[in-house]
């Protein structure tokens, strides 16, 4: 029987409940700042692999 991984939080590491929602937990959990940290973190480093391909 196949077991469903549970989500796990970017920014923080943190498993979330079964019912839980990652959204509501990046909103309630986590700072403006924090959240857009973590979006150029991910772009810089999408463009960072695009010029060494």
């Not at 939080?9 to 019912?19: G, N």
């Not at 509501?24 to 060494?52: I, M, P, Q, Y």
Request: charged share 30%; with cysteine.
């Amino acid at each position: 029987m196949a077991t469903i991984v549970p989500v796990e939080c970017p920014l923080c590491r943190t498993e979330l409940e079964a019912d839980g929602c990652l959204e509501d937990h990046l909103v309630d959990a986590h700072t403006k700042r924090r959240l857009a940290r973590f979006v150029v973190a991910e772009a810089e480093a999408l463009n960072a692999r695009d010029v060494s391909e």
